[in-house]
């Protein structure tokens, strides 16, 4: 997407604030524990945390969390999710917390809408020295038939350039990463990929790639072509077609360590 169409698909989520709470996955236990081994503290930021998927793991591993999201109605699905978590609005270009006040900074299928060269310094301003941020992706293991068929039913408006393992290793590698005015103050970044998986029926499947940026900025008559695509799909397919399956997946970290 271009430079204009950015801010339209990233303030796209809040017109399905419920359906994302309700039907989008969490992230790989493990790759979350990756994600903070280099931290020298508990105090978590989840920066970006729309409807609190990325924190609740993180309460879960004992983390002192604080949360903070743009949209006023994900921010009301995470108080109504987590009630004990502190969450506040802001944006990675406005952080309301104070200088070196947290160990991590972690971002769950978000950072790639952060503009960098706003929201590096403020990064890099409110982690203490040694502290990591990294971003988290699940990813469509297409490496799976039928997975790969999906991608292909389904196009571009929902499987994009950081959906498939392969492209989210060639596009993440350092594209969303400080650069200018914070660039030197973060070390060299490290990528891994950890196996997960969501139960899933054919319904409940379109009803989590429904909440796609791709698809909430789509006319509607667009949109419901799209997703009756997709239904199609799966309910001709043998492994989709009957109840419940899993949706192989991969949680992709990309993580980075503050000088």
Known sequence: MNQDERPLHA??????????????????????DWALEPAAGVRVLDLGAGTGKLTASLVALGADVVA???DPAMLAELHRALPG????????????LPDSSVDAVLAGNALHWFDMAVAGP???RVLAPGGVLAGLWNLLDDRVEWVAGLAGAAGGAVVGPRD???????????????????????GWPEQAEF???????ADSLVATLATRAGMLVMPEQRRAAALNRI?????SN????????????????????RR
């Open 11 to 32: 303030s796209s989520f809040g017109s399905a604030a419920a359906g994302y709470a309700e039907h989008r996955p969490d992230y790989a236990p493990a790759a979350v």
């Open 68 to 70: 903070v999201e743009p």
């Open 85 to 96: 978590v502190r969450a506040v609005r802001g944006s990675a270009e406005a952080i309301p």
């Open 122 to 124: 403020e990064i890099a």
């Open 164 to 186: 498939t393992p392969a492209s989210w290793r060639a596009e993440t590698a350092a594209a969303h990463l400080p650069r200018s005015g914070g660039a030197g103050r973060f």
């Open 195 to 201: 196996p997960h998986g969501q139960l899933r029926t």
């Open 231 to 235: 239904r199609a799909y799966l309910t």
């Open 238 to 257: 043998p492994a989709t077609a009957q109840g419940e399956f899993t949706l192989p997946m991969l949680t992709g970290v990309l993580r980075v360590r």
